[in-house]
Nanobody
Framework: QVQVVESGGGLVQPGGSLRLSCAASGRIFSINTMGWYRQAPGKQRELVAGIISGGNTHYPDSAKGRFTIARDNAKNTVYLQMNNLKPEDTAVYYC??????????????WGQGTQVTVSA
């Protein structure tokens, strides 16, 4: 019922930047949390940035100072600006959106993922 679509991945050299976008659509009553996760081959999926409806953000140490998450509530869209990218940032990046379909029904939806490759 809620579709989540990421875009903006690609190949970038070390030290470069990328901006990921994620748009949620469907019969959405409200969105509470929006976040970006990543999963590298052979590793578990991990959070890289999260933002709640009030605007508070959360970053793990690996992303602090390099990644910035922002949301456009009017467009149900979240962005991830990634600067000073490193080879270890290479992964599939997934968007997660959580909220309510109605006052009684909640949702938690994932996008299909977008590949980010950092390589010279």
């Amino acid at each position: 019922q809620v579709q989540v679509v990421e875009s903006g991945g690609g190949l970038v050299q070390p030290g470069g930047s990328l901006r990921l976008s994620c748009a949620a659509s469907g019969r959405i009553f409200s969105i509470n949390t929006m976040g970006w996760y990543r999963q590298a081959p052979g590793k578990q999926r991990e959070l890289v940035a999260g933002i709640i409806s009030g605007g508070n953000t959360h970053y793990p140490d690996s992303a602090k100072g390099r990644f910035t998450i922002a949301r456009d509530n009017a467009k149900n869209t979240v962005y991830l600006q990634m600067n000073n990218l490193k080879p270890e940032d290479t992964a599939v990046y997934y968007c997660n959106v959580g909220g309510r379909l109605t006052t009684l029904s909640m949702f938690d939806s994932w996008g299909q993922g977008t590949q980010v490759t950092v390589s010279a």
